[in-house]
């Protein structure tokens, strides 16, 4: 399968604000957006005026590298998204938000939606019950998202992070569960994200 495997502190930089995508280290003095708060590379502090379709991608990656999701996986979840009723932008962002790996990191078991992935891949949790390994799958309201038995001693959840949960999950930190009590509104996606350019580019 592939993934991205360069330094995470680059694609912040090249959109020029925090994406979150190492944990705790995001919120301290060695957050890469603060210590060089322009674009990597050689002709990273160069200025650039984009076109409006250079607009419209940065808008697209700027989405699709805060939650992890490659390319091919974006492209399929946007095809989903415009076949369902409401406004395709927010349905899309819906969307994302449902997916496993980023439900677990909103839930607070995992630092970062990277790290939830992992923990997703290494067969951690459980859905409904059932053994849950694939990191892309939707979740649905009423869902119940558990820390299997065997792991809740591993020192992975042994400090559970204090993040504020969204109103759409309800999550018991001392089982270790989480549920999905509503499906996400556009008001709890906290990226800054202006949705409609993504579906100008997809639609030419």
Not at 79 to 86: L, N, Q, R, Y
Request: with cysteine.
């Amino acid at each position: 399968m592939a993934r991205y495997k360069d330094a995470s502190c680059k694609l912040c930089r090249r959109e020029g604000e925090k994406l979150f995508l190492k944990g705790q280290r995001c919120y301290t003095a060695k957050c890469a957006i603060a210590r060089r708060s322009f674009a990597p590379g050689q002709h990273g502090q160069g200025r650039k005026k984009l076109s409006e379709y250079g607009v419209q991608l940065r808008e697209k990656q700027k989405t699709r590298r805060f939650y992890g999701v490659l390319e091919g996986q974006f492209r399929k979840t946007y095809a989903k998204a415009d076949k369902m009723k409401g406004k395709t932008g927010e349905n899309l962002l819906q969307l994302i938000e449902l997916r496993m790996d980023n439900v677990i990191y909103r839930m607070g078991f995992a630092d970062s939606r990277a790290q939830a992935r992992q923990l997703v891949n290494h067969g951690h949790f459980t859905v409904n019950g059932r053994r849950a390994d694939i990191p892309s799958m939707y979740l649905g309201m009423g869902d119940v998202v558990a820390v299997k038995d065997k792991s809740k001693s591993s020192s992975k959840f042994q400090d559970l992070s204090e993040r504020v949960v969204p109103k759409w999950l309800s999550v018991n930190t001392e089982n270790m569960t989480g549920t999905v009590v509503a499906l996400p509104a556009r008001e709890d996606v906290d990226l800054d994200v202006k949705e409609h350019l993504i579906v100008e580019l997809y639609s030419k």
